[in-house]
């Protein structure tokens, strides 16, 4: 399964807790889009975010907390499933690169 950066984000996010809100994720878009002029609207910024927690439940990386209505999930917690600690284990050691030693 191919990760996007904000999914990526989601998973390091969910490591650092044991359970996360969806509003804790907004950060992303506030340090990533920080020197540009465009700024997405709110509403814009939780759908983008609802669909990839969407998408990472349904790849069973996480496990979602909340409601379900007829039409959508209303999240109100995320917690990572034991696949999805082992991914964002691989993602936090690929980020952190090795000293090349002469």
């Given at each position: 399964?191919?990760l ?18 969806p509003?804790e994720?907004y950060d ?20 983008i975010?609802?669909k ?6 349904a ?8 409601k ?26 690929n ?8």
């Amino acid at each position: 399964m191919r990760l996007s950066k904000l999914q990526k984000f989601i998973l390091e996010k969910c490591h650092n807790f044991k359970a996360s809100s969806p509003a804790e994720f907004y950060d992303f878009y506030l340090s990533a889009r920080a020197g540009k002029k465009a700024v997405k609207s709110k509403k814009l910024i939780q759908d983008i975010i609802r669909k990839s927690l969407d998408s990472l439940v349904a790849g069973d990386l996480l496990t979602a907390i909340g409601k379900k209505t007829a039409k959508k999930w209303f999240i109100h917690k995320v917690k990572l499933t034991n696949i999805g600690k082992k991914i964002a284990n691989l993602i936090i050691k690929n980020r952190q690169r090795k000293l090349p030693i002469k």
